[in-house]
T-cell receptor
């Protein structure tokens, strides 16, 4: 069974601080996605990583896919209150149309 | 365009009502999904349609009835729901992956907030 564990579960930081969120599995994924979700809204896709070792940047967000394609990280530089939300990693279950989600990281950035 | 639309945004219904949720995408995606999400939890898969045929039913109670009238539309018919069915219902769609046949990145709609009284 493929599982995605995220850490930390909760994070409360001051504006301007840096942070890293981790998404780990014992299984290999063909790709991983990161989403941000606000309360009562659908998850919004931030990035898809496909190649082992890949690094993608989206403004102050840096995403990395592990060399073995079993883990990923999201680093936010100089966090802002607008970054507040639930961050979810997710990925396709091999050989199916299923998609599994990580356990989620709830981020709160205080002004 | 990576937009998935859902209507209605909010829905309040009694336990004896019949209602439907609607989802639409025009990205040419051939896989469409229904998820249920409770507060502070990740989305839970309910149904998957592939090429307009039901591919996966995650043992969802029969009071939820999905329908895929065409490749762009997905409905979820609701009947005799229970208060514990109150949740955010999300629709998503995806292309087949590069490996062929299986899901790749999923794009989500804004959701329908359902309250069952």
């Amino acid at each position: 069974t493929q599982l995605l564990e995220q850490s930390p579960q909760f994070l409360s930081i001051q504006e301007g601080e840096n942070l890293t969120v981790y998404c780990n599995s014992s299984s290999v994924f063909s790709s991983l996605q990161w989403y941000r979700q606000e309360p009562g809204e659908g998850p919004v896709l931030l990035v898809t990583v496909v190649t082992g070792g890949e690094v993608k940047k989206l403004k102050r967000l840096t995403f990395q896919f592990g060399d073995a394609r079993k883990d990923s990280s999201l680093h936010i530089t100089a966090a802002q209150p607008g970054d507040t939300g639930l961050y979810l990693c997710a990925g396709p279950v091999s050989g199916t149309y299923k998609y599994i989600f990580g356990t989620g990281t709830r981020l709160k950035v205080l002004a | 365009d990576t937009e998935v639309t859902q209507t209605p945004k909010h829905l309040v219904m009694g336990m004896t009502n019949k209602k439907s949720l609607k989802c639409e995408q025009h990205m040419g995606h051939r896989a469409m999904y229904w998820y249920k999400q409770k507060a502070k939890k990740p989305p839970e898969l309910m149904f998957v349609y592939s090429y307009e045929k039901l591919s996966i039913n995650e043992s969802v109670p029969s009071r939820f009835s999905p329908e895929c009238p065409n490749s762009s539309l997905l409905n979820l018919h609701l009947h005799a729901l229970q208060p514990e069915d109150s949740a955010l219902y999300l629709c998503a769609s995806s292309q087949e992956s590069l490996a062929g046949g299986y899901t790749d990145t999923q794009y989500f709609g804004p959701g329908t907030r359902l309250t069952v009284l």
